[in-house]
């Protein structure tokens, strides 16, 4: 048996940055987000965003990657969105997405930053903050 404890921080956008995730939409996305991550055995500890993106602060476990783990989340909560007309219109989130691994001792303050989006966006756009993102961790574009 493998005991792994790989945090990731990852931060994804809806496509074209629209704010589909409003007051009313984003609690009822989130929780179906972590209800489809239980059953898959993808361990959430934080997630939240503002209305045109999510941060999510996960496990990652010993047989999945960074991008299995994300293509089961992105993809399915798109799927289910759109199949229960949670939108107006066609829901879809953008192909890109920013993630880095989180030591232990950062994990605390990572989990505060997720949870207060709404409060930082107050002033900070989500390109400000992709940009941010980007330096802070010093991530360079793959695949």
Not at 5 to 18: D, F, L, P, Q, S
Not at 60 to 80: H, Y
Request: proline share 1%.
């Amino acid at each position: 048996m493998a005991f792994v404890k790989v945090m990731i921080h990852a931060v994804w956008g809806t496509k074209n940055r629209e704010p589909y995730l409003t007051k009313e939409i984003k609690p009822v996305v989130l929780a179906h987000i972590r209800e489809n991550a239980k059953e898959k055995k993808i361990f959430i500890d934080t997630i939240d965003g503002s209305t045109e993106h999510l941060h999510c602060l996960f496990g990652l476990n010993a047989d999945m990657t960074i991008a299995k783990v994300l293509q089961l989340v992105k993809g399915e909560s798109a799927f289910w969105i759109n199949a229960n007309q949670i939108t107006k219109t066609k829901f879809e989130w953008a192909d890109e997405y920013y993630a880095a691994s989180v030591g232990e001792s950062q994990i605390e303050t990572v989990r505060k930053y997720i949870q207060g989006q709404e409060e930082h966006h107050r002033t900070k756009t989500y390109q400000e903050e992709a940009e941010e993102f980007l330096r802070t961790y010093n991530l360079q574009r793959h695949g």
